[in-house]
Structure formats: C-alpha cells, structure tokens
C-alpha cells in the first residue's frame, strides 16, 4: 500500500476513476488554530504586498510547521492508526520536514516529492555548478555575469546555514518523538534516506542542469486539456469578443489585497485596458468605497486550468507559483508576474529569462505601469511566440507527468528500494566530497619543503652569525 502525505497535489493521482480503491484520510488542529493561523498569515500577507518578505518570515512560517508537526506526533489515535496499515512506502511532501520525521517514526521507506524547482531551500543537494546554476533565493538565471557568479558563491556558502537554522525549529521534537532520537546527520540525513526525488518541475521552465539517478521531474501533474466553461462564464467571456480576457490569480493563500493604495492601482490599471479581466478575489473583503469597472469580474474560486485553456485567454496574471506557470506552460498563455514571497521571485526569473512573460515587483506597481505592461505582453508577439514553444516542449514529453511518477513509484518497491539509484557521494564527509583530505594531504609535501627549506637557511644563518661572534 502507498501512502501520501502532505500535498494533496498527489492524493490519488493514479486511481483517476477508481475512488473505491484509496482511503483518504484528513488530520486537523481545529477550528480555532486555523483561524489563528490565517489571520497571522493575513498579516504576513500585507508585508508581502510591501515587499518586506524575509528569512525571518520563513523562519517564523516554519515554526508553525514545526507546531502542527508537534500536535500530530502526540496524536497517539493518528499515529496507532497509520501503522496499522503497514504501508510499504509513501510519497511525502519533502518542503516540510515533518513529514520525514512522520515517515521515520512510522519506519516506512518514502520517496520525496518536492513542490518546487530543482535546488530548492529544502531539496537534496545536486550536483550544481554555481557558475552556472543559480541558488535559491539568488533571483539569477544560468546567464551570469563577473558579478552575478560572485552573488551566486555567497549565496551557496548561505545555504547550507539556511538549512541548519531550520532544521534547529524541528530538532527538539524529532528528539522527543523518534525512538533513536533527532538523526545525527540532520535534515541532511533524512533527504538522503529517500528512495528517489520527484521534483514539480521541467526543463520547458527549469534552467538545464546535471541530474542524479535518484531524480526525476514530473512538472505538470495539475495540467490537463480545458473544459469549456460554465454557460454563465462564458457569456462573460463573450461579451469581449476577439479582444479576450486576462485570469488574475494571486495563489491559494492569497485570496484578497490588504493594501489600500496598492489595491486602488490595480483596480485603476485594470480600467484603462480593453480586456475582461476575471479575478480569484474574496469579495467579503472588497472594500465597499472601491467601485469595480465593467470589465473586471470578481470570483471565490476559478477553474483555472479551463479558463487558461479558453481560446479566448490572453494573458494570466500570478503570484509566481510553481503550479501557476506550468499551467500557463502547458496552454500557452503569456504571464505577468507580481511574486510575493518564497521560491516565486526565483520561479519568475525563469519565467522571464524563457520568455514567457514580464515581471513586476507590487511595491513598483502604478496604474500606468500596470497597463504599459498589459498592452505591452499583448502586442509583442514574441512572448506569445515563446509560450507556443514552451508548450509544445513541455506537451511533447514521451511520458505524461503523472505516470511518470506512477511508473518511478513501482519501480522503486518492484526493485526494494532505491539504493541502486544513490551514489556513494551521498554517504561521504563533506570534507571527502569536496577532497579536502587530498588536498591537505598533497599540500602536505610542498609544505614540508617550505619548512625543511626555512629550517635550512635559519640554521645556516645561525651558523654565520655564530663565526662572527667568535
């Protein structure tokens, strides 16, 4: 039996059809610790629109990964209840570390899906050249100058100390809930437990790079061809005609503008363009002095995947989340990006070093920049010209995404485990990795002529000065 846990990107993802065939089960904290939680993340939200997006705030985020990760542990009716199902592997969320002491604890093997790029803050380490692979957070693409590479070292020797500091929020209860204790190795040695590494991503927005056997990108499990729209939808959609629409999303967890000026810019850009412009919005929150133009509609959710795939989509307008671009990847629709926090300043750079759209920071965004922009993605053929290519790149893949993960899964438990897959690189000491211990030790002979050679002339000199004496 296969277990999934963490991102319900992949709940069921290979019984399409067969609902009798899988349990799902749901885990909460309540009411209450969810209310809490999006209203502290309501605030984070509004220092997001200001561009004050940090480590801090990660940290902080992490931290409450870190007391979900505590509550569920202690839940002796949850935890008696999944090892009673003897799973024979599972399939993790590999951005939160709990679900690696979750998988230890229950003593299953586990592949690990990471929901980002390749090089993420908390993905196995890959063989990446800095002079031409960007680190996370360095906002580079693979087209570095004297300067950029400068960055991009700096910002290596930071990672692994990014890491260390968010592994020391979950250390204390790995400690208390894990029979042989938190593991000596860290974070570190629980990615390197995996039986293989699924990343939601490909080379159609991934900057190319050296692979291990133990990866394979599967990007595009939420792709699929597009549904025509709901009647009432689509009479919107008509109503302008050749001239289309735009999608504007900002994520799952971003439902609402919190900031006043940088709400009244959007709305105010969106005025000056021709097109319908449909918008993921929480209308509970709409401020009630804020007229709406005719040509903006506001929803509590949107089918994205069929209003992208509408013949009539001209342009999709998003946060920059890793989903998000491989939706507008996959049918070819022009982004402009408005990245918030996270891996979405990084997945912007790749979108835009491939073409496929423009970028603009919120704390820069004015009502004439907004539409300049719009009319400019628009008009230039070349971003629609890019998209079509990336698409087609991405559509061609021999293997559809999901199956791909399917077929890598059951490879993995038909050949018991992955061990196969992993180099014996991953069970070295950094210093052996890196050959330190060579390198010492080769310097150790030009050392000991260095030495042998300033013992000689100081004897020699002592000798001269001696005679002299005498």
Known sequence: ???????????????????????????????????????????????????????????KFMGHLSYQCDKLLEDKEIITFLQRERYDITILDAFNPCSFILARKLDISYIAFYPGTLNGPLSIALSSPVSYIPVFSSQLSDHMNLWGRAKNLFYSFLAPIGQELIWSIFVDLAERHLESGAPPGGLEELHQGAELWAFNTDFSLEFPQPLMPYTVLVGGLLNKPAKPPDEDLQLWISNFGETGFIVVTLGSMVSSVSVD???????????????????????????????????????????????LGHKQARLFITHGGQNSLLQAVYHAVPVLAIPLFGDQFDNVVRAETKGLGLTI??????????????????????????????????RSHPVPPALRLIQWAEHILHSGGGTHLRPASLMQPWYQRYLLDLVFFLSLGPLGLVVLSWTFCRNNKSREIHKKIQ
């Open 1 to 59: 039996m296969l277990l999934q846990l963490g991102n319900p990107i992949l709940s069921g993802f290979s019984y399409a059809g067969r609902a009798d065939s899988y349990q799902l089960s749901t885990w909460s904290l309540g009411e209450t610790y969810i209310r809490e939680y999006n209203d502290w993340f309501l605030e984070q939200q509004t220092q997001f629109l200001l561009g004050r997006d940090n480590f801090d705030s990660f940290l």
């Open 261 to 307: 000026f940088l709400l009244m810019e959007l709305v105010a850009g969106f005025s000056q363009i021709p097109q319908g412009v449909i918008w993921r919005y929480d209308s509970r929150r709409w401020p009630s002095n804020l007229d709406r133009p005719p040509n903006l509609r506001l929803v509590d959710w949107l089918p994205l995947n069929d209003l």
């Open 361 to 394: 920071r919120p704390t820069q965004i004015t009502r004439e920049l907004l539409s300049s922009t719009i009319q400019t993605l628009m008009q230039d053929s070349r971003f629609k010209s890019s998209a079509l290519s990336l698409s087609r790149i991405h």
